[in-house]
């Protein structure tokens, strides 16, 4: 008569491939969620960049916007978005282009909100008149896995505004050491 019990070799198996299964499953989720959090600082990004076109062809330069004391280092975790917040230390001039800077204002007199009240990134854009004439670049800095190292997205409008290592026109992620 045959048994029709496990052995204990039978179950170690069982175990081992089970086991290798929710690591793979596991990484391929923290991998596929980080992805998302990225989508959303291109999505974001694209949005200031179309909204920099917009306030430059209606005052003639382009703004520098800042995130509200606090908000960097960014975290792993949601935050609410302050698009018209004047907390902190700066407090912006408004909508007057001063050159070679351009014009200090918040996110909403830049006319932009994202489509979500929460965000994983901090947003910044800044301006600079070059050679080559008025430029700016934006950027998203974020924590996304709680390591304490920064993964940031940078748009330039020119070749290395700010020193930035962005090609003009370019969307490109780097990580940042431990802040």
């Known amino acids: 008569m045959a048994n029709k019990g496990l052995t204990l070799l039978e179950l170690v198996v069982v175990i081992a491939v089970i086991a290798i299964l929710a690591t ?3 990484t ?4 596929h969620q980080l992805a998302t ?5 291109i999505s974001i990004l694209r949005g200031l960049v179309h909204a920099q076109k917009r306030f430059y062809s209606e005052n ?5 916007v800042f995130p509200p004391s606090g908000r960097i280092p960014p975290t792993n975790h ?3 978005w302050l698009g018209g917040s004047r907390a902190g ?3 912006g001039w408004g909508r007057t282009c001063i050159q070679p800077w351009g014009a200090y ?8 909100k994202p489509t979500s009240s929460l965000v994983y ?10 050679d080559s004439g008025p430029a700016f670049a934006c950027a998203a800095w974020g924590d996304l896995d709680g390591d304490g190292r920064i993964n940031r997205w940078d748009y330039c409008s020119e070749k290395r505004v700010f020193g930035m290592q962005c090609e003009r026109g370019e969307y490109k992620k780097w990580n940042t050491t431990r802040f």
Not at 28 to 31: A, D, E, M, P, Q
Not at 37 to 41: G, I, L, N
Not at 105 to 112: A, E, G, R, V
């Open 24 to 26: 793979v499953a596991i």
């Open 28 to 31: 391929s989720y923290n991998r």
């Open 37 to 41: 959090k990225d989508k959303e600082a």
């Open 60 to 64: 003639g330069c382009y703004a520098w």
């Open 78 to 80: 949601k935050q609410p």
């Open 89 to 91: 230390w700066w407090s």
């Open 105 to 112: 204002i918040t996110f909403n007199q830049l006319d932009f």
């Open 121 to 130: 990134f901090t947003y910044y854009c800044g301006s600079i008149l070059m």
